[in-house]
């Protein structure tokens, strides 16, 4: 079957099989054990995560496990053009640090 036609809806088409193909699942069935007081399962080799923590999430009852991604801030900033204005001054109507009371702790 071929996605592209003359009225532009293939177009459309390629998209939602692209989409689809990204919401497709694998599913495996696994066996629970305990591990001390939490109950535990193991990961299929080809369903492991990256890294070392994930977050998990409970909608119902479906457990929805995600990898942590660290570092996506950086790699996110990094994609960022240069900032060629100059910050505004925010503590122009604070006082002066020495004419300011500090606090030493309870007395």
């Not at 505004?88 to 300011?100: G, R, T």
């Amino acid at each position: 079957m071929d996605l592209i036609d003359d009225h532009g809806g293939g177009v459309y088409a390629a998209a939602y099989a692209s989409k689809l193909e990204a919401l497709m699942t694998t599913t495996r069935r696994v066996k629970l054990f305990r591990n001390g007081r939490n109950q535990a399962l193991r990961i299929p080799r080809d369903l492991e995560l990256e890294g070392d923590e994930a977050i998990i999430q409970q909608e119902g009852n479906r457990l929805i496990i995600q990898p942590v991604k660290k570092g996506r801030l950086l790699e996110f900033l990094a994609t960022l053009e240069p900032h060629d204005q100059a910050f505004p001054d925010v503590d122009e109507d604070l006082p002066e640090l020495e004419a300011a009371e500090t606090f030493n702790g309870p007395s």
